[in-house]
């Protein structure tokens, strides 16, 4: 079946510090993958949808300039928290489709636990 | 009002029992509805998806939307430990973009 893969799965930083996390699809090609942000006891919400050769589409209340994405090839999204601060200690998590391929196809990675100190 | 409301529990239930999780939703235009299940540090995996309404079986997973009601279940049967899990509705007017419930926490006691 479809696998998202996403890296690294936590991540503690400095405060001020950028981190790239990483999502790739292994077995599929994806043109648009989505990325959630999830606080303790709280819903994912969407921050952005990641569109394969184009600007990412980002959700109202997400400042574009602090997570930069990047999604230059098929298989390969990046969202780089830049100069992080502790209110951005979450959990991220991406996903990708495979368009129906796989029981309606939206694949989740398994989240990157960003600890920002 | 939030777009989709889920008693995020906890809920604690003994081996073999049957466990029913619910999500209300306030917009009628809602046409696809998922149940995620995820573990703990680790991100949702699909369980059932309903594309409109109706019922959905799957194994001992059962997934009922009830559109008139703005209300969809996820029944479990023959609870196991392994089921022990958060579990996540999700909808979307689409198909791509989802808004999700705060999800239920489900312990299931050997």
């Known amino acids: 079946g479809a696998v998202v893969s996403q890296h690294p799965s936590w991540v503690i930083c400095k405060s001020g510090t950028s981190v790239k996390i990483e999502c790739r699809s292994l077995?599929?090609?994806?043109?648009?993958m989505f990325w959630y942000r999830q606080f303790p006891k709280q819903s994912l919400m969407l921050m952005a949808t990641s569109n394969e050769g184009s600007k990412a589409t980002y959700e109202q209340g997400v400042e574009k300039d602090k997570f930069l994405i990047n999604h230059a090839s098929l298989t390969l999204s990046t969202l780089t928290v830049t100069s992080a601060h502790p209110e951005d200690s979450s959990f991220y998590i991406c996903?990708?489709?495979?368009?129906?391929?796989?029981?309606?196809?939206?694949?989740f990675g398994s989240g990157t636990r960003l600890t920002v100190v | 009002q939030k777009e989709v409301e889920q008693d995020p529990g906890p809920l604690s239930v003994p081996e073999g029992a049957i466990v029913s999780l619910n999500c209300t939703y306030s917009n009628s235009a809602f046409q696809y509805f998922m149940w995620y299940r995820q573990y703990s540090r680790k991100g949702p995996e699909l369980l059932m998806y309903t594309y409109s309404s109706g019922n959905k079986e799957d194994g001992r997973f059962t997934a009922q939307v009830d559109k008139s009601s703005k209300y969809i279940s996820l029944f479990i049967r023959d609870s196991q430990p392994s089921d022990s899990a958060t579990y996540l509705c999700a909808m979307s007017y689409t198909g791509n973009q989802f808004y999700f419930g705060t999800g239920t926490s489900l312990t299931v006691i050997p």
């Open positions: 077995d599929f090609q994806a043109t648009t």
């Open positions: 996903s990708a489709s495979d368009h129906g391929a796989t029981n309606y196809g939206y694949t």
